[in-house]
């Protein structure tokens, strides 16, 4: 049996034996805006944790039927749960239970008794850190897509011209092909240096990298930044490229590899393909200026070269 979950903001289930404690905790959450959620049982917490998918869990140590640390290494150990934050709440102050419980993956710990605006500050502040890490790519520490796009939105409203860079290495497959993923996830990172270093040198704080899966990549700043900022990402990737193939393929300019047919093909180093397009008009689709920047990316890469077609002034 679940509570019933009202609309609201984020929801914190608490799991507590000692039901004052719970109402207590409660009431001060729900002054603060949060829904909430109770067990008082660990076996109890653990199914409402999997059933209804809580933003936070604040976790009591000691509880019938199945202890607290049990209850976090389980919601950690199932892909289901494995990102819902943590807070223990515990009676004990030793430092080993801290660590046993920081061990079976909680994200804080909190001693009883507490004061509830030490409780909500913590609850607020581990639900801002679990946002963060939400919306960066985990291989890159670069802003995910969803928050690419947020800025995208923001962008436009402002009704200042940005320019739009779409960009991808041309060959990536190939590389991973020959080298394995350990090798891929090397170059995606490579990129991300590049193309941070870049924006730094020609937009500062006025520019943004994000990263969209894989070797994607969409990059905002000032119209007058973006050629020389497509200039200065071609020329540090194709500088740096080589050092991440084996010495042989990249004193050959390729690597070789055989189909399913059994047929041998050279596949040069890789590249990079930059889309530039022009954007900041109110009310614009994000999707549709981040087409038109594909489509420039799609131009770009007929060449062989990394480099890059569009540009503010140029027509679609």
Known sequence: MTDPVEQGGDLILIADDDRDIVRFVEVNLRLEGFRVATAHDGDDALAKALSLSPDLV????MMPRMDGYEVCSRLRADPRSAHIPV???TAKSLSADKVLGLTAGADDY?????????LVARAKATLARAREQRALSPQTGLPSDARTEDELRRRIEAGVPFAVVSLDADDFAAFNARYGQAR??????LIAQVLGRAVDETAGPDGFVGHRGGDDFLVLLPPQAAEDFARRVVAGFDMRI????????????????VDRQGRLHRVPIMT?????????????????VVEQADRWRAVAKRDRRSTWAGGPSAAP
């Open 184 to 189: 891929g996830d090397d170059a995606i990172a």
């Open 87 to 89: 807070i223990m709440l």
């Open 58 to 61: 604040l976790l009591d140590v």
């Open 272 to 288: 990079l393909s930059l889309g530039l397009a022009l954007a900041g008009v109110p009310g614009a689709d994000p999707a549709a």
């Open 110 to 118: 909190i001693i009883k008794p507490f004061d509830p605006m030490e």
């Open 242 to 257: 080589p050092s991440l193939y084996d010495a042989e393929d990249a004193a050959v300019g390729a690597v070789e590899l």
